[in-house]
């Protein structure tokens, strides 16, 4: 039987503030009313300024995988060549989409704990003379492996090769959590969730369009009718729904979108980066005797948002996920994909607090010991002092 506050600690869902859920916790509206077409409007140049771009965003009553889709059916027609920068489990499974509707998918080999070298992405796209290669796919934050990836200089290195590819990055896991510029960096297309930074219920994604991928729409004969960009696009946001608008998400959305204003974007960021590196200081604490360490290898690579942490060979990662949460009501991340059993994960995003993760450490380390895991010791201890220091 479960007890007090259940810790959840996985990178996504993440925890829904009580502001936000006493905002969905109204009568719904009509959707084609001016209620909602004001609502709808203030969360649209929210959503605009988190995904720091003046370009079209579109909305979606669905997960993170619709909005892969979304931007594969309309982008592109069958044969056309997509190279994907290998990052781990949601990168691979987001080309294999691609490939069931019949892409060619080429992998940019990398390995998994390293962030994607853009030299590397360079050399093979200049080695791409006539331009097969119609998009590059990026995973900002690859979610399996806590490895961030550099966004600026992948985008640096297509313009270096001198090649005309889309951009497309998957900022699921790293939107509203840490930094991110769509404009600035380049980005084609931005596929997003709700369900992590943006603190909401599973069940909203986006895409954000630059005019080049608007224009790319026009050639693209993948079939599409619910994902349909040029359907659901009115002259800057959305005018068109395939049915019911999702009322109830904007109501959450609406006040996420507050929420992140009223703390402002860059403490919130700093948030995350604090709570992060206060958990990495665990993780190197446990270190200490041959314990787990952490599995992003690259230093200033780690992930703001989730710690992939890999246990000693011989050690299962899952016993240690699953007596946190049987014993100590604490929900961790599992290893995904070649990972399983190797890794757990510890999500710390969204709307989080130093207790919150001092608590999680706390846990987990009674975790390493039950599981007969070798570990160092006063990885609590250790993460306190950094937030001291560090409020
Ligand atoms: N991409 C990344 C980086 C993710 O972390 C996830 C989910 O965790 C997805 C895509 C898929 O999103 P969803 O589960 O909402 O379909």
């Known amino acids: ?56 965003i579109l909305a979606y009553a669905a997960t993170g995988h619709g909005a892969w889709e979304a931007a594969l059916v309309n982008l592109f027609s069958p044969g056309d060549k997509l190279l994907v920068i290998e990052s781990g489990f949601f990168s691979l499974n987001w080309g294999m989409r691609g490939q069931a509707f019949g892409l060619e998918v080429e992998t ?32 900002h934050n ?62 909203m994604a986006f895409t954000a369009i630059s005019a080049k991928a608007l224009a790319a729409t026009a050639a693209a004969t993948l079939p599409r009718v619910y994902w349909d960009w040029r359907r659901l696009l009115g002259e800057a946001s959305q005018a068109y729904w395939n049915g019911t608008a999702p009322v109830h998400f904007f109501y959450g959305l609406q006040e996420a979108l507050r929420m992140l204003e009223e ?40 992930s703001d948002t989730i710690t992939a942490v890999l246990v000693p060979e011989g050690y299962d990662a899952d016993k240690v996920r699953q007596l946190a949460l049987d014993k100590f009501n604490v929900s961790l991340g599992g290893g995904l994909d070649r990972l399983r059993g190797r890794v757990f994960r510890i999500g710390h995003l969204g709307d989080l607090n130093e207790p919150m993760v001092l608590g999680t450490i706390a846990a987990v380390e009674m975790a390493l010991e039950l599981a007969g895991v070798p570990h160092g010791r006063g990885a609590v201890q250790t993460a306190m002092e950094y937030l001291t220091d560090a409020s």
């Not at 209620?35 to 003046?54: D, H, N, P, S, Y």
Request: proline content about 6%.
């Open 263 to 302: 703390e402002g974007l860059d403490n919130v960021f700093a948030r995350h980066h604090r709570l992060a590196e206060a958990t990495r200081r665990a993780v190197r604490a446990w270190r200490q005797n041959d314990g787990p360490e952490i599995f992003a290898t690259d230093p200033g690579s780690e």
């Open 108 to 139: 940019l080999p990398n390995d998994w704990r390293r962030a994607a070298d853009p030299a590397k992405l360079e050399t093979r796209l200049r080695e791409d003379r006539d331009h097969r290669i119609k998009a590059v796919l990026a995973v």
């Open 1 to 56: 039987m479960a007890h007090g506050y259940h810790f959840f600690m996985n990178p996504g869902p993440t925890n829904i503030p009580e502001r936000i859920l006493r905002a969905m916790d109204r009568g719904t509206i009509d959707f084609n009313g001016a209620q909602f077409k004001a609502i709808a409007e203030e969360c649209f140049a929210g959503l605009q300024r988190v995904f720091k771009t003046t370009q079209p």
């Open 142 to 203: 690859e979610t399996s492996t806590g490895v961030a990836h550099p966004v600026a200089e992948l985008r640096r290195a297509i313009d270096a090769a001198r090649h005309p590819a889309l951009f497309l990055v998957d900022t699921i896991s790293s939107l509203a959590s840490f930094d991110f510029r769509m404009d600035e960096w380049g980005v084609d297309v931005v596929v997003a969730g709700g369900q992590k930074g943006l603190m909401l219920p599973t069940g």
